[in-house]
């Protein structure tokens, strides 16, 4: 217990110095023409000559990966170093981890490794016996994968052996994708599958021309498939066809980003695209494009955030694409959406890593990096006080089924189990 008290009040003296010790990352009073506010900023302790290769926002955690394979945990509502492990090693990038439940996978060439998603505790580390092709997703009960070996294959966390495995047309290196009992993936060779995630069982399948290398997303709209064949295809989740279809001018490498209404898809050719999601009554299918355009990083009600290819915050008229407000972000090239929140994620390669918000939103204080830092109580803490709680002489489920008669057991078998006998 001494030594954990010890690492948060180390941690939280590196998040307040780190956030309280240096100048803004992004020019204050830029933020506030904007209507933003610098929430929290975060120089991560890198080594001399590591550098930041992949930042990924997953549910309400920041994950950062050096290229020789360390990842920092930090939690995204107050941007608090909750833990730093060497996940794996030079060469080997770190693919985008799931969370299932309290713990975090990730998926490694031919293993899965498994730690503790608020303090980073290894849990298990389970050997893959084909080459791993795109990162997991998981429907918290069971996670899916995609392999080289042209199979998905779904795994319990807990369990070394796959519950069940399927086999597709193309490698699998695009993630796949979830959308209540059904599971969604695609081959390299252009082909999307859908089955029911509890047992593989066939639901339908839809042939598209170019390659699928960028992860599949689903909402109830539908499944969204980025190809190489520079289009953005919306396939019906209920029977696979054809709903809608928007060309580029090149290869779609990345996921679009999904908001009710628009679509945005980065294009290299040309910017990032905001595409009406709408699949009747839809005049025009693109809205407008950007092509100083990089990803999405929020919306709200009337207005688009985007990271520039040029390293600045565009704050752009949802409804016509207009920019409103060019805000500067100098070294910043790792954006990381949250449709889902009006909040503003971003990296940079030298380790900083900063977030902003509407102006308004509440302040971080000191006890909430400390709860932060603390984590959920974990579920064998919750059984250890519920058992100490537990009132003497109260029985629990499993001694109501426990017979209170004294003796061995009376009867026998019944006719039916007499006559069920194996041979």
């Known amino acids: 217990m001494p030594q954990k008290v010890a690492l948060i009040c180390a941690l939280l003296s590196l998040s307040m110095s780190a956030a309280l010790g240096e100048g803004d990352y992004v020019d204050s009073s830029a933020l506030h023409e904007a209507g933003l506010v610098k929430y929290w900023q975060l120089s991560l302790p890198l080594q001399p000559g590591q550098e930041i290769a992949d930042s990924y926002l997953v549910d309400d955690q920041v994950y950062t990966a050096t290229r020789d394979g360390y990842v920092y945990a930090i939690d995204a509502r107050t941007g608090t170093i909750r833990w730093v ?3 794996t090693t030079a060469g080997y990038r770190v693919k985008q981890p799931c969370h299932d439940g309290n713990i975090i ?10 730690y503790d998603r608020y303090s980073g505790r290894p849990i298990r580390s389970i050997e893959t016996r084909f080459p791993t092709g795109s990162a997991a997703i998981s429907d918290g009960f069971r996670f899916y994968i995609g392999g080289i070996d042209q199979k998905v294959y779904a795994f319990y966390p807990d369990q070394d052996f796959e519950i069940w495995k399927s086999r597709a047309n193309g490698q699998i290196v ?13 081959g390299d060779d252009g082909s999307v599958y859908a089955c029911v995630a509890k047992d593989k069982q066939f639901y339908w399948r839809a ?3 170019g390659s699928i290398t960028a992860d599949l997303v689903v909402d109830d709209n539908g499944v969204y498939v980025a190809s190489r064949d520079h289009s953005l295809y919306l396939l019906d989740p209920a029977f696979g066809g054809l709903r809608w279809r928007t060309r580029f001018s090149g290869p779609l490498y990345e996921p679009p980003i999904i908001t009710p209404e628009v679509v945005f898809q980065y294009c290299p050719d040309e910017g990032l695209a905001a595409i009406n999601t709408g699949t009747v009554g839809v005049e025009q299918r693109v809205r407008w494009i950007l092509p100083r355009g990089r ?10 955030y985007v990271l520039s290819r040029d390293e600045s915050i565009l704050i752009a008229g949802l409804d016509d694409g207009k ?5 500067p972000a100098p070294g910043f090239t790792m954006p990381m959406p949250s449709p889902g929140v009006a909040a503003l994620y971003m990296a940079s390669r030298d380790g900083r890593v900063f977030c902003a918000r509407k102006r308004g939103v509440p302040i971080v204080l000191a006890e909430d990096i400390r709860r932060a830092l603390q984590g959920p109580k974990s579920t064998e803490d919750e059984s250890a006080t519920a058992a100490e709680e537990q009132a003497p002489g109260l029985a629990t ?7 209170k008669r004294p003796g061995p057991p009376i009867g026998g078998k019944s006719k039916v189990s007499k006559e069920y006998t194996s041979d």
């Open 207 to 209: 042939r598209r021309v």
């Open 85 to 87: 492990k060497q996940v």
């Open 105 to 114: 996978i990730f998926v490694l060439p031919s293993v899965f490794v498994q």
């Open 323 to 327: 920019i409103l407000h060019d805000v």
């Open 174 to 186: 695009s993630r796949p994708a979830l959308l209540g009992k059904h599971l969604y993936f695609a």
């Open 295 to 304: 990803k999405l990083l929020t919306v709200d009600g009337k207005r688009a």
């Open 397 to 403: 489920e499993e001694d109501h089924l426990k017979s």
